[in-house]
């Protein structure tokens, strides 16, 4: 399976609250995780990434937390603001290659 | 943005039709890929290229061929154009100078009517 499950689809919090976007994959042949950030009418940008050999990663207010053993990662934002309203996307690589396999993606509203 | 040009920008096109997408980058990396988004799926691999003629598939490789005979262009070819390719179409190349930063450009809006 070349599968990474993204959810929610869409989330709406407020300004200052701390949305979490959740992903999982089945091959355990992945082994480099990126997040990107898209707004409307561009292209997609990396954001942060982590690899299975640590826990959790921080930048900024961005922070991804990995749980090898469950297949599971997730992004956190902390104090969200509006300007982080964009559409977010997990992916994975697989070991040796690089070729990057992207989630469906959430479309992330941060109310002022 | 590393250097991408996608062309054209927006095309509409009929049913049966042959369509050609170019990305063009202009930094020499050595991998650059297609991608297309679509609501509810995602970016979807379609091919990718790891060096002048060397390519291969992706997730949604069906009814799309690349090609890429020099390293600054990578064409994506809809043979013959059906509605189900209505898309958003992006370039990706893979930053050489280390990590595995992707930068993208800028997307190829293609209706196909």
């Known amino acids: 399976q070349q599968q990474v499950k993204q959810s929610p689809q869409s989330l709406i919090v407020q300004k200052g609250g701390i949305p979490i976007i959740n992903c999982a994959y089945e091959?355990?042949?992945?082994?480099?995780f990126p997040w990107y950030q898209q707004f409307p009418g561009k292209g997609p940008a990396l954001l942060i990434a982590?690899?299975?050999?640590?826990s959790e990663k921080k930048e900024g207010r961005f922070t991804i937390s990995f749980n090898k053993s469950a297949k599971q990662f997730s992004l956190h934002i902390m104090d969200s603001q509006p300007g982080d309203s964009a559409t977010y996307f997990c992916?994975?690589?697989?070991?040796?290659?690089?070729?990057?396999?992207f989630g469906t993606g959430t479309r992330l509203k941060v109310l002022a | 943005d590393a250097g991408i040009t996608q062309s054209p920008r927006h095309k509409v096109t009929e049913t049966g039709t042959p369509v050609t997408l170019r990305c063009h980058q202009t930094?020499?990396?050595?991998?650059m890929y297609w991608y297309r988004q679509d609501p509810g799926h995602g970016l979807r691999l379609i091919h990718y290229?790891?060096?002048?003629?060397?390519?291969d598939k992706g997730e949604v490789s069906d009814g799309y061929s690349v090609s890429r005979s020099k390293t600054e262009d990578f064409l994506l070819t809809l043979e013959s154009a059906t509605s189900s390719q209505t898309s958003v179409y992006f370039c990706?190349?893979?930053?050489?100078?280390?990590?595995?930063?992707?930068?993208f450009g800028s997307g190829t809006q293609l209706s196909v009517l």
């Open positions: 990706a190349i893979r930053d050489d100078r280390g990590g595995e930063k992707l930068f």
């Open positions: 982590i690899r299975p050999d640590v």
């Open positions: 290229s790891y060096g002048v003629k060397d390519t």
């Open positions: 091959n355990t042949a992945f082994d480099y």
């Open positions: 930094e020499n990396h050595r991998y």
């Open positions: 992916a994975a690589n697989f070991m040796g290659t690089y070729k990057y396999i």
